[in-house]
């Protein structure tokens, strides 16, 4: 048995790994652990844990990291916290291997316990180029990282000329839009 932990920040996580979690729930030799922090679980954001919750899913870790300030000096803060609950979730635990999706600087704490932990990280959608700091955390997770699941053929490219090897890059789409598409 195989476990993977998924780690989910946001609403959008979700629907960007619906189909993907549905998929390997398929394999008998594969256990799924959700582990959710930051804003999926508050209610200001829309309580997005419900969503995962009314689809069945049984959430293995609720991470309580979110400082309700929106500085940079709080968002810091955050990612600490969640570095060290991550870290001692991923002790207990000791995945395979951790799935993350996207770029945001919430998803950072998980990739950063994963790494420090020698856990393989699968990462979603790296590659892409929004303008923003996002930029930089998607490049600290794809670094972090050892397989790679890209949305486009350009995100590959990207990947590629910093440093990616290309056999750890797989380009099969945007797993929102084939969740759209369904």
Not at 34 to 47: A, E, F, Q
Not at 56 to 73: F, T, V
Request: proline residues 2%; contains cysteine; neutral net charge.
């Amino acid at each position: 048995m195989k476990t993977i932990c998924v780690t989910l920040t946001n609403r959008t996580n979700y629907s960007k790994l619906k189909l993907i979690l549905n998929e390997l729930k398929n394999y008998e030799n594969i256990s799924i652990k959700l582990v959710l922090s930051s804003t999926i679980l508050l209610n200001r954001y829309g309580n997005g844990f419900l969503d995962i919750e009314k689809d069945g899913w049984i959430i293995n870790k609720k991470i309580d990291c979110a400082l309700l300030n929106d500085s940079h000096e709080a968002m810091t803060k955050s990612i600490g916290l969640s570095i060290i609950e991550h870290a001692s979730y991923f002790a207990s635990v000791n995945p395979d291997m951790l799935l993350i999706v996207g770029d945001r600087f919430d998803m950072l704490a998980s990739a950063i316990s994963g790494s420090m932990m020698n856990i393989p990280i699968a990462h979603i959608q790296g590659g892409e180029v929004s303008g923003t700091i996002d930029n930089v955390v998607r490049d600290v997770i794809s670094r972090q990282s050892c397989i790679h699941f890209v949305a486009t053929e350009k995100s590959a490219e990207n990947l590629s000329r910093n440093g990616i090897k290309k056999n750890n890059i797989f380009n099969y789409g945007c797993p929102a839009v084939e969740y759209i598409s369904k």
